[in-house]
C-alpha cells in the first residue's frame, strides 16, 4: 500500500511546526545521540514531498535553571524545492527554528509556573483547506510555500489540593524508563487526590501565504495573511500514575480560547474545548513489560463562527484560524487524515490505543555495543494499534454522531531522553498518513 502523504517533524519540536506532504519518498530520523549529564543533543534529516530534503539539530535540557523545567531548542533546513508560486515555477526552501521552556517555577513562590514556545519557519509546500466541512473534498486544496510564526506565554497556578499540595512542581522519581514509588497513584476522587492546575495563556501566531492567486482554481480571495492574537483560560487535572506515560488513572482538561480582534487580528473569533483520557493497566505478556488500554475524548464548539456570513469568499465571519478551533487531521486527531483536513463550528472525536511496551530493547540489551546501550537515551520500545472516530458539523447536535470519519493504524514508540517519541502510521477513507512526533497524542 502506497503512503499518499508523510510528514515530518523535528522529533523534539513538540506539535507546533508541521510539514504537510504529497507522496513521500522517504523519511531519516535521528542518526545521533550525543548526551552529556541532563544535555541530550540531536541530529536529525528529513525528506519530504513538503519540505524538501534537509536535516537539523535538537537539544534537550532536563532540570534548565530548576530540576522540574525542561528546555528544547530545534533549528532545522533544506535544499531548494521547485514549487509554483501564483503560475510561476520558483524555488523554496524549508527553514526554521523552535524553542520550548516547560515548567518555570517563579522566584518567591511554590505553585506559580511559567512555560512558553515559540518558532519561526517557512515551509516550502503546505496544504490549505478553505472548504474543510465534513462533505468537502480532498481535492480543494491549496499548495502553497508560507511562513509560520508563533510565540506563547502560560501562566498556571497548581492548586493546594491532592498531590498539588506536596508535589506542585510534579517531580518523580524515574528508573528504566517506569515510575518509581507510584504503585497507590492514578485514579482517586477528582481534586482531592491528582494534580490540578488553572492558569491562562497569551499567544500570538502569524501565517503568509505566498500563493494565493485563483486559490483552488475558483478564482477564491484566501487570505495572504493571517495574523491572530488573544488569550486562553484553562483548567487541568491530572489523576494518573506517570504524566508522560500513564498507566492507570484518568486525566481531564477544560480550554477556552479567544482572539479579540484586536492588534492587527484578522477577526475575532473564540471556542470551547474539553478533554478526557481514561488509562486501564491490563495483564503482560512474556514479551512485553507494560500494557495499558488507552481511551481518549474531545469535543470543541466556536460561539463565534457564522456559517452564513463571509468575512471574505469561502472564510466564514468569526471563524478560527485553519490551524484554530473545533478541528480534526493531523498528528493529534484522525491521523489518517491531513493536518487541519476538517473544521467547523463543532467537532467530536474519540479514540482507543492499546499500548504494549516490549521487552525488547536492542539499545539497552548491547546489540548495538557497550557504547550504544550508556548513551543512547532509550529506555524503552513500544508498539500501539489504535482506532478513532470523529466528526465537524455547522452545529453541535446529534448529527455530530452519525456519519462519522474513521481510521486505524499501527504507532512504534519510544521514550528517547524521558520524552516519548512515536512513528504514527493511520488508514482512512483519503489515504494512508504517517506522522513523525514527541509525546502521545492524548498529551496535546
Given at each position: ?14 506539535s ?9 519518498s ?11 549529564d ?126 498539588g ?54 478564482g ?71 500494557n ?43 491521523r ?12 467530536i ?33 513500544q ?62
Amino acid at each position: 500500500m502506497q503512503i499518499k502523504k508523510l510528514s515530518y517533524i523535528s522529533l523534539l519540536a513538540s506539535s507546533l511546526v508541521v510539514a504537510e506532504s504529497t507522496n513521500s519518498s522517504s523519511l531519516l530520523t535521528d542518526i545521533l545521540f550525543y548526551r552529556e549529564d541532563n544535555l541530550i543533543l540531536l541530529p536529525f534529516a528529513y525528506s519530504s514531498e513538503s519540505m524538501g530534503t534537509g536535516g537539523g539539530m535538537a537539544a534537550i535540557v532536563q532540570g534548565f535553571l530548576q530540576p522540574q523545567t525542561t528546555l528544547i531548542l530545534s533549528a532545522f533546513g533544506g535544499l531548494k524545492k521547485d514549487v509554483v508560486i501564483n503560475g510561476t515555477k520558483e524555488s523554496e526552501y524549508t527553514r526554521g527554528g523552535f524553542y520550548y521552556l516547560d515548567n518555570v517555577r517563579i522566584p518567591g513562590s511554590e505553585r506559580f509556573f511559567f512555560s512558553s514556545y515559540g518558532y519561526l519557519t517557512t515551509i516550502a509546500e503546505q496544504n490549505f483547506y478553505f472548504d474543510s466541512t465534513h462533505e468537502s473534498s480532498d481535492k480543494d486544496v491549496l499548495n502553497s510555500p508560507a511562513t509560520n510564526n508563533m510565540l506563547t506565554g502560560t501562566f498556571s497556578y497548581v492548586l493546594p489540593w491532592g498531590e498539588g499540595i506536596d508535589n506542585p512542581g510534579g517531580l518523580y522519581e524515574i528508573k528504566d524508563g517506569f515510575v518509581v514509588g507510584r504503585e497507590d497513584a492514578g485514579g482517586g476522587m477528582p481534586f482531592v487526590t491528582g494534580r490540578t492546575s488553572v492558569g491562562f495563556t497569551a499567544f500570538y501566531h502569524h501565517q503568509k501565504i505566498d500563493n494565493y492567486i485563483d486559490a483552488l482554481g475558483v478564482g477564491i480571495d484566501v487570505p495572504k495573511e493571517w495574523n491572530s492574537t488573544g488569550l486562553r483560560v484553562f483548567m487541568s487535572h491530572d489523576n494518573t500514575d506517570f504524566d508522560d506515560n500513564p498507566s492507570r488513572g484518568y486525566s481531564f482538561f477544560l480550554q477556552y480560547s479567544k482572539d479579540f480582534g484586536k492588534y492587527e487580528s484578522l477577526q475575532s473569533w473564540d471556542f470551547l474545548e474539553f478533554k478526557a483520557s481514561k488509562y486501564f493497566e491490563l495483564d503482560t505478556f512474556s514479551f512485553t513489560r507494560q500494557n495499558v488500554l488507552a481511551l481518549n475524548f474531545w469535543t470543541a464548539y466556536s460561539f463565534s463562527w457564522e456559517n452564513n456570513n463571509e468575512y471574505l469568499p469561502g472564510i466564514d465571519a468569526h471563524r478560527p484560524p485553519m490551524w484554530e478551533g473545533p478541528r480534526l487531521g493531523g498528528f493529534v486527531r484522525m491521523r489518517g487524515y491531513d493536518a487541519n483536513r476538517f473544521a467547523d463550528k463543532a467537532a467530536i472525536y474519540a479514540t482507543a490505543e492499546y499500548r504494549a511496551v516490549l521487552d525488547y530493547n536492542p539499545i539497552k540489551d548491547g546489540t548495538f555495543g557497550e557504547w550504544a546501550a550508556e548513551n543512547i537515551p532509550i529506555d524503552w520500545f513500544q508498539v500501539v494499534g489504535f482506532v478513532e472516530a470523529g466528526r465537524v458539523h455547522d452545529r453541535y447536535n446529534t448529527e455530530l454522531l452519525s456519519d462519522m470519519k474513521y481510521d486505524v493504524g499501527i504507532s512504534l514508540r519510544a521514550l528517547a531522553a524521558e520524552l516519548p517519541v512515536r512513528i504514527d502510521v493511520a488508514y482512512g477513507d483519503e489515504g494512508v498518513e504517517a506522522w513523525v512526533m514527541v509525546r502521545h497524542p492524548f498529551d496535546f
